[in-house]
């Protein structure tokens, strides 16, 4: 089952005026690539978030599944330049490399940032998993030139974008990454361990990487007894996502990875469940990852307003 990546835009009281970060939505699962009828609505690719400003090339969270479908949405008749900034190099977040289009063609460009991995290094790292008898096609058979760089604790700059990350709890090193570009803050974190020991303390660096951001995408992949049986997998539930959120005074909160196992009708009673939790927090805001869904932060200031529920359903899109 394929998806379009021709959704729809919310800006809600963030938009109008003049428009200048727009976040779109290409994969949102977590785990394994799930597209079934079940999750028509939400979509069922893997990680990849793309930030675009005007004048500005690309930042893409993640290169999971649903890289392809950003890809066939750009033109095919210029080469491509952007950066990717990748959390970890489990397979749902890399994944879709080889299917990217634009790198496909002679004269693309792709600069990947990644947390340095044990024993090698980033490049090192993808060309392991990019070669048979896992995989017909190697890096260097690719027509675009893809550089990898490994994150520091420094924070870096990308065109006008200044860009910094973070380890987060997870299984294995993992990124999460904090963009401000003209005016506004998108904090992209995908997996995070909720303490297993349930003191459900936030980890200091994690609250700093998301202070006053004006959107969070946040791993949510559990309920709370899903969360039971799989508190050392790496992921969170719901609840926890709401407390980063507002603990670190969030302006939206975008749930995000979520589980294979979740159709759609779970997934709109765990959006329920966020945002009846955000009452009276900080978190003006609760939406939840959908492909091809777009939000756009404009260049308003700080409003205590919410959007009702009901502007937030997903709208269904074409297959």
Known sequence: MERSTR???????????????????YGVRGSTPCPCEPNRRYGGNTACVV???????????DLGTGLRFWGESLP???????????????WDHVQGLPFFPPI??????????????????????FSGFMRPPYFPVRIVDLLGDVTFRETGAAPFRVGRAE???????????????RVEIDGRVIVYISDHQEPADGSRTVAPEVIELCRDADLLIHDAQ????????K??????????????????????????HHDPSHDDATIDALAAHARSLAVGTPVEEVLIATEGLTVVLGAEPR????VPAEALRPTPVAH
């Not at 860009?163 to 990454?177: E, F």
């Open 222 to 229: 559990y309920t709370p007894e899903e969360f039971a049986l």
């Open 163 to 177: 860009v910094r990350a973070a380890l987060v709890p997870h299984v294995g090193d993992t990124n999460g990454y």
């Open 76 to 90: 095919a008749n210029q080469p491509f330049h952007g950066t990717a900034l990748v959390t970890h190099l489990h």
């Open 7 to 25: 959704g729809r835009s919310i800006g809600g009281p963030f938009s109008g005026g003049s428009v200048l970060v727009k976040v779109t939505f």
């Open 104 to 125: 496909l063609r002679p004269g693309s460009h792709l600069d990947v940032y990644a947390p340095p991995q044990e024993g090698g290094t980033v490049a090192e790292a």
């Open 231 to 256: 508190a050392t997998w790496g992921h969170c539930t719901v609840d926890f996502a709401v407390q980063v959120a507002a603990e670190a005074g969030v302006r939206r909160l975008a749930l995000f």
């Open 51 to 61: 930030v675009d400003a005007p004048g500005s090339e690309p930042l893409v969270f």
């Open 303 to 306: 409003t205590n307003g919410r």
